[in-house]
T-cell receptor, first 112, second 115 residues
Framework: GEDVEQSLFLSVREGDSSVINCTYT??????LYWYKQEPGAGLQLLTYIFSNMDMKQDQRLTVLLNKKDKHLSLRIADTQTGDSAIYFC????????????FGTGTQLKVEL | GAVVSQHPSWVICKSGTSVKIECRSL??????MFWYRQFPKQSLMLMATSNEGSKATYEQGVEKDKFLINHASLTLSTLTVTSAHPEDSSFYIC???????????FGPGTRLTVL
């Protein structure tokens, strides 16, 4: 079955860049997503990438995809205290109408 | 943008009672909705896929008689936790994809606490 792994915790200083990593096992994944979850809240979609892309940039966010190694990363430039949250990667084998398999989640803590 | 709501946002109930959670797509129709469960400090696990006009599809290990799903209309899916027990206490989140969209829109979640 699908397996999506993330490191549990990341701590950075305000203003630095954060890089959150994700590895997945299902090579048939076609869409890969990054979601942000603040305490007690639902999920906010940050960005997503198609499996035929290597990189996608959206303002402070940069997604890198290494399909050969099944490795996905999210870089947040100029990290702010408001970025403190849990970040989940997720994969699906189709578009929005398909079920998502979520990673284990990475808690990002931004310190002053 | 698309909005998905859930009601209630939190509920506390006694063991043995049933609890109904609603998921609504507010400005689009959704023939499919997904129900996820999230235990504290854990990831989201898909419980079932709710299909308008047909039976829900449950993931392996999810009891369909315990977690009843009804997709009553193109904008509403309900999840009923029957005879709830403390181990059912969790955060339940629904999502809905807009037709021809690459993404799903998530509800704000419902915190269920069973005493």
């Amino acid at each position: 079955g699908e397996d999506v792994e993330q490191s549990l915790f990341l701590s950075v200083r305000e203003g630095d860049s954060s890089v959150i990593n994700c590895t997945y096992t299902d090579s048939s994944s076609t869409y890969l997503y990054w979601y942000k979850q603040e305490p007690g809240a639902g999920l906010q979609l940050l960005t997503y990438i198609f499996s035929n892309m290597d990189m996608k940039q959206d303002q402070r966010l940069t997604v890198l995809l290494n399909k050969k190694d099944k490795h996905l990363s999210l870089r947040i430039a100029d990290t702010q205290t408001g970025d403190s949250a849990i970040y989940f990667c997720a994969e699906s084998m189709g578009g929005g109408g398909n079920k998502l398999t979520f990673g284990t989640g990475t808690q990002l803590k931004v310190e002053l | 943008g698309a909005v998905v709501s859930q009601h209630p946002s939190w509920v506390i109930c006694k063991s043995g009672t049933s609890v109904k959670i609603e998921c609504r797509s507010l400005d689009f129709q959704a023939t499919t909705m997904f129900w996820y469960r999230q235990f504290p400090k854990q990831s989201l696990m898909l419980m079932a896929t709710s299909n308008e006009g047909s039976k829900a599809t449950y993931e392996q290990g999810v009891e369909k008689d315990k977690f009843l799903i009804n997709h009553a209309s193109l904008t509403l899916s309900t999840l009923t936790v029957t005879s709830a027990h403390p181990e059912d206490s969790s955060f339940y989140i629904c999502s809905a994809p807009r037709q021809n969209s690459d993404t799903q829109y998530f509800g704000p979640g419902t915190r269920l606490t069973v005493l």
